[in-house]
């Protein structure tokens, strides 16, 4: 079922000076390929885990907290879902972001409740 692929994938690695890849297409639903790459080279991997996940979650986390105290200074009764839409991020988002700010909390319930900061 996988003959004339695979094939074609091996032609293509051969021309390219490449190791055969190697096929797993033991299991139902899906097929494993693993394909060696003839440069060691190791900083990509390492580079990019450490970038993305510090730099990225740390200076927007931070710029969206800000953002959610400012508004809700400006308006305490503006809900999540207001939030969300003025911030173009998920309900979601905001709920997770709200549960890391311990100094918020939302007082009282339904629509006749209201954010407050504390000190």
């Known amino acids: 079922m996988f003959n004339q692929g695979i094939r074609r994938v091996q032609e293509m690695l051969q021309e390219n000076n490449n190791e055969e890849a190697v096929f797993d297409v033991s299991k139902l639903t899906v097929f494993e390929v693993n394909v060696f790459s003839t ?3 190791v900083t990509q991997d390492v580079t990019q885990d450490v970038t993305q996940g510090d730099t990225q979650g ?5 710029t969206l907290d800000a953002w959610i105290e ?7 009764k503006v809900t999540t879902e207001e939030l969300a839409s003025l911030s173009n991020k998920g309900v979601a988002t905001i709920k997770r972001h709200l549960a890391k700010l311990p100094h918020i909390k939302y007082v009282g319930s339904g629509y006749s409740g209201h954010w407050e900061i504390e000190k």
């Not at 400012?70 to 305490?76: E, G, L, R, S, V």
């Open 58 to 62: 740390d200076t927007q986390g931070d």
């Open 70 to 76: 400012t508004q809700i200074k400006k308006n305490p």
């Open 39 to 41: 440069v060691d080279d």
